[in-house]
């Protein structure tokens, strides 16, 4: 069975915890399987998914995040602009500025400490 900690549990999920069966009812909350009264389980308990559950990897680094999230975004507002009656100036100015707009983003969520 997959081990995992108890925060990356889904609630509604059977588990292993310290040689019993539970069922994790809340973000916090797991109930014995034999129906006793609900405990509180530390997020960072490992745990034994006993309903097939494969343990969640890690979500990508922020800063792996980023750049392809702008990027997306940049692509679906230059594909708006192209819905607009612009001229070809106007249109540029609009793109250039763009650019520089998901530039100053990116270097603000990449280095937020930063002003």
Do not use: C, Y
Request: no cysteine; hydrophobic share 35%; proline share 12%.
């Amino acid at each position: 069975m997959a081990e995992l900690k108890f925060g990356q549990l889904p609630p509604g999920r059977h588990f292993r915890w310290k040689d019993a069966e539970w069922l994790k009812t809340s973000p916090i909350l797991a109930s014995p399987a034999d129906g006793g009264k609900p405990v509180l389980v530390p997020r960072s308990a490992r745990v034994e998914a006993l309903d097939g559950l494969p343990p969640q990897t890690p979500a990508a680094p922020l800063e792996n995040r980023i750049d392809p999230v702008l990027k997306e975004l940049q692509r679906n507002l230059l594909g708006q602009l192209e819905t607009l009656p612009l001229s070809p100036d106007q249109r540029k100015a609009l793109e250039q500025q763009l650019g520089l707009l998901i530039e100053q983003a990116r270097n603000q969520l990449q280095n937020p400490l930063q002003e």
